[in-house]
């Protein structure tokens, strides 16, 4: 097995519910995620899929544990190294694309890169447009990132999520606001890009036939880490 | 996309581009507040030009005067006064103690660019039936015309003063019955008589003054006036205008002279440009808080609007500093883009003011003084009145929680 591109060790996160009660969510995970795995994360509505998809994105801190990003443990970084590390070895596919509406398509996917150099060059916008090509939509790089279908916008939102050549990509049901072809497009470009790039991916779905077709399956249930079912 | 802008620019850009609403108000908004501003200084600054070159035109900068004779009330040793009447010493005309060493010191000194010794007093002015009491003015035109710019003021014939010819106002001209070439008797208190030849007219924008000064040669005055080779005034030209009281009360200090600075016989100008300036100020002030508050207001309601926005940003990367730069430059920018239409209305609005408004003889109220300091002091305060009123917002845009904001 390679090198575990991100390792969690008893990984506890609680919300303040009310003034003085605390619930936990997430009870003690344990998770290591080989380099360039293909990954579902499955499990009821409410187990905690979301909350740790946060925390591995480091979007948000745990409450107790450790998180290691491809080696590097995360409890000793500051705010703005965490934004660095996030920003360079992470990409993001939300379950309702969240495509910035002021920007073109283009613009949505150079961004990343943009943020990170500060401006926009040559090699940055050239890449942008290879990535939509890749994704299938060039003919879109300059459509308003709302004036597109769904399923357009969560390629969007895949080309984006690549734009830095992250380590790790995060999709938070990314095909569950998608028809099943839009859905199964979706899919189908993630499965490429993973094999072309090596990128890991991890994704929440509830679709079992896509999670089917992923390397591993990981099962949340109530906040605990129950097992591939294969 | 726009290439070699920063991301912090192409952000804040985008963003009130999409705004296009919020945006256009509040411009709309700081345009007027800033078309207030930059007309109401232009035009105080164009009053105070105006009237400060009429004064300086007309009259010197500091004149020197005999020292004033001031009357007593008589007292009988104690504090008991013996004869409470107090009267003005006689309407004598009095020189100048040793004017022409006067003269000479403040030839000599640094401060002082002009000067000019005249001689002042009251006659008749005679020509045929009509008579009328005139102030006689005895002038070297050479050095008087340094110090009061009556050149200017000429309305007709030349500017020319043999001992045998006179300078009359346009009133005057009209109260006499007389014109250019015209023969007037001038005659004095003390009984002495010249027959002198009009050679020039002035309007000094005054009836009054129009209608009582006359200006002959200083030895014509003198002769008149029964002074030989005195002058009742030295008048001053210095080089900062502003300086003139302090310079005055050095004068009074060290010379037998009652010294009385353009800015002490204008006082009462002066108190009510303060007053004025003092108005504009805190008009500014309100204005300026004003549109703080409403590009503030603005701001708050689009970093709620764009909460998942900046979010993504953050998930992507974004520094909290780039966000708070993000949302400070989108600030900065409706405060300059305000202060850019600001100007061009409040220069129009002055344009077209200055067009309409006229003095009661026709001539400008104010001239238009339309100085780029301004325009540029304007936009730098807009400016950074809008990335000020952008702090609090900007900050709460820093300070969102990623993940809150994008559950939204
Ligand atoms: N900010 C919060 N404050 C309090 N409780 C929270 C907060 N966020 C999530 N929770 C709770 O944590 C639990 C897990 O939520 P989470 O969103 O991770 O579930 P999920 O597995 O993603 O569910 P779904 O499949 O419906 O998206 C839920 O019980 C939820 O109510
Ligand atoms: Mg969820």
């Known amino acids: 097995m390679a090198e575990p591109i991100l390792a969690l060790k008893d990984v506890r996160k609680s919300y303040a519910v009310g003034l003085s009660t605390e619930t936990e969510v997430l009870h003690g995970i344990d998770l ?15 187990s905690g899929k979301s909350t740790l998809l946060n925390i591995i994105g480091l979007l948000d801190r745990p409450t107790s544990g450790e998180l290691a990003i491809a080696g590097r443990k995360t409890s000793e970084l500051d705010d703005a190294q965490i934004t660095h590390l996030r920003g360079h070895r992470i990409g993001f596919v939300f379950q309702s694309h969240l495509l910035i509406s002021a920007f073109t398509a283009l613009e949505n996917v150079m961004m990343p890169m943009v943020v990170s150099r500060g401006h926009v060059t040559e090699a940055i916008e050239a890449r942008g447009r290879h990535l939509l090509d890749r994704m299938g939509i060039a003919q879109f790089a300059n459509n308003g990132a709302l004036n597109m279908s769904g399923g357009q916008q969560q390629r969007v939102a895949v080309a984006r999520a690549l734009a830095m050549q992250p380590d790790l990509i995060l999709a938070d049901e990314p095909t569950g606001n998608l028809d099943s072809k839009s859905a199964e497009v979706v899919f189908t470009l993630m499965r490429e890009e993973n094999a072309r790039s090596g990128t890991s991916f991890l994704i929440v779905t509830h679709n079992m036939d896509l999670a089917r077709r ?17 | 996309m726009m290439r070699w802008l920063s991301f912090v620019w192409i952000g804040a ?38 009237f400060i070159k009429r004064v300086l035109t007309s009259q010197a900068q500091i004149q020197l005067l005999p020292p004033n004779q001031i009357a007593r009330p008589l007292r009988n040793g104690s504090s008991e006064i013996e004869d409470a009447i107090v009267q003005r010493p006689s309407q ?8 022409q060493a006067i003269a000479h010191r403040m030839e000599a000194l640094p401060a002082v660019r002009a000067v000019a010794a005249s001689m002042t007093g009251s006659a008749l002015a005679i020509r045929g039936d009509a008579s009328r009491s005139v102030s006689v003015v005895g002038i070297q035109p050479e050095s008087y015309l340094k110090v009061v710019r009556l050149s200017d003021y000429i309305v007709a014939g030349q500017l020319r003063l043999t001992s045998d010819d006179i300078l009359i106002g346009t009133d005057l001209a009209r109260d006499l019955g007389a014109s250019l070439g015209d023969k007037i008797i001038v005659s004095s208190n003390g009984g002495a008589r010249r027959t002198l030849t009009v050679t020039a007219l002035f309007d000094l924008g005054n009836k009054g003054a129009n209608q009582r000064n006359t200006y002959v040669a200083l030895r014509t005055a003198q002769s008149l006036l029964g002074v030989l080779g005195g002058v009742t005034e030295i008048g001053l ?7 003139a009281e302090n310079i005055a009360r050095e004068i009074e200090s060290s010379n037998a002279v009652e010294a009385d600075s353009w800015i002490k016989t204008n006082a009462q100008f002066f108190t009510a440009v303060q007053a004025q300036k003092y108005t504009n100020t805190l008009i500014r002030l309100f204005v300026g808080l004003s549109v703080a508050f409403g590009i503030a207001a603005v701001l708050v309601v689009s970093v709620i609007q764009r909460s998942k926005d900046i979010g993504i940003l953050r998930a992507m990367g ?42 009661a003889d026709g001539s400008e109220l104010f001239p238009l003084i339309i100085e780029p300091s301004l325009f540029v002091a304007t936009a730098l305060l807009a400016t950074l009145t809008g990335v000020a009123a952008a702090m609090a917002p900007a900050l709460r845009a820093s300070r969102l929680d990623p993940v809150e904001a994008i559950r939204g």
């Open chain 1, 32 to 46: 290591e995620l080989e380099s360039g795995g293909f990954v579902a994360l499955v499990g009821p509505s409410g």
């Open chain 1, 214 to 230: 992923c390397d591993r399956i990981i099962t949340v249930v109530d906040g605990r880490i129950g097992g591939s079912p294969e």
């Open chain 2, 13 to 50: 850009l985008r963003f009130l581009g999409e705004g296009r609403l919020q945006t256009g108000f509040i411009v709309g908004g700081i345009t007027i507040g800033v078309a207030v501003i930059v007309f109401m200084s232009a035009m105080l600054a164009g009053l105070e030009a105006n």
């Open chain 2, 92 to 99: 004598r005309v009095i020189s100048i103690d040793q004017w």
């Open chain 2, 237 to 243: 030209t210095i080089n900062n205008i502003y300086d």
């Open chain 2, 318 to 359: 974004a520094t909290r500093g780039q966000i708070l730069r993000l949302f400070l430059l989108q600030g900065g920018l409706l405060g300059f883009a305000g202060s850019l239409g600001g100007s061009v209305l409040g220069a129009a609005a002055l344009v077209y003011w200055h067009s309409m408004a006229r003095q």
